[in-house]
């Protein structure tokens, strides 16, 4: 499945991972970011668990695909409501 800046896929386990350039992302998305801010809020969100990538060994994409951690999301939840 397409969509702008990128492409959908579910892993076997159903986990829904997008894939795009950062330069795709930044044109799509973020066109008030410069390419290398992209990065490093990517790469961040990686290091901070909040963001789950992997690169799968099927598909036409040789690049990172990208998923958003659930459980980072429910902690971040639980400690903004105490």
Known sequence: MNLP??????DPSKTLYVSFTYEELRNDWLPFWSIQTV???ISDLEKMGML????????????KY????????????LTTTK
């Open 66 to 77: 990208y998923t958003i951690s659930e459980k980072a999301i429910k902690e971040l939840c």
């Open 52 to 63: 789950l990538s992997c690169r799968p060994a099927y598909g036409p994409y040789i690049g």
């Open 39 to 41: 990065q490093r809020a």
């Open 5 to 10: 800046g990128g492409t959908l896929t579910v």
